[in-house]
């Protein structure tokens, strides 16, 4: 019998993945602010049609920009965290699931044993 079972995929951190993942945070961080903008430009909008009550359009609004402004403190802080994380250093960046066979007389401790995918650079350099 066959089970599905998660992994996590680590990272490595290197000079050159500390950049991306950098570019990354900045580039969400971008576009979570144009969110906002664009957010406020369209309440603006609505607030000015009639027959549309202001303190809802003002309400639902404000609930859309602050998830995207919290979004945008989060990514700050894994910006800051990122900073001060040593290159060699793992981190868990995704998680898999996968096929796992089962059969009778499997060790099952075995079977749950931690097991991880670790890649460094974009290349899977260990499986354990």
């Known amino acids: 019998m066959k089970i599905i079972r998660k992994i996590p995929v680590k990272q490595i951190i290197t000079e050159n993945s500390k950049k991306k993942l950098k570019d990354q945070f900045l580039k969400d961080q ?3 602010e144009q969110e906002c903008q664009q957010l ?3 309440q603006k909008k ?3 049609k009639k027959g549309i009550s202001k303190q809802e359009v003002f309400k639902r609004f404000q609930q859309e ?3 995207r402004k919290d979004r945008i403190n989060w ?3 894994q910006l800051e965290q990122l900073e001060i994380l040593p290159i060699g250093s ?3 960046e995704d998680e898999v699931e996968t096929l796992v066979e089962v059969e009778e007389g499997s060790n099952w401790e075995e079977l749950l044993r931690d097991k ?3 890649v460094k650079d974009g290349i899977v350099t260990q499986f354990k």
């Open 30 to 32: 971008h576009q979570l």
């Open 40 to 42: 406020l430009f369209e």
């Open 46 to 48: 609505l607030q000015n």
């Open 65 to 67: 920009i602050t998830r």
């Open 75 to 77: 990514t700050t802080f």
């Open 90 to 92: 793992q981190i868990t």
């Open 116 to 118: 991880a995918i670790i």
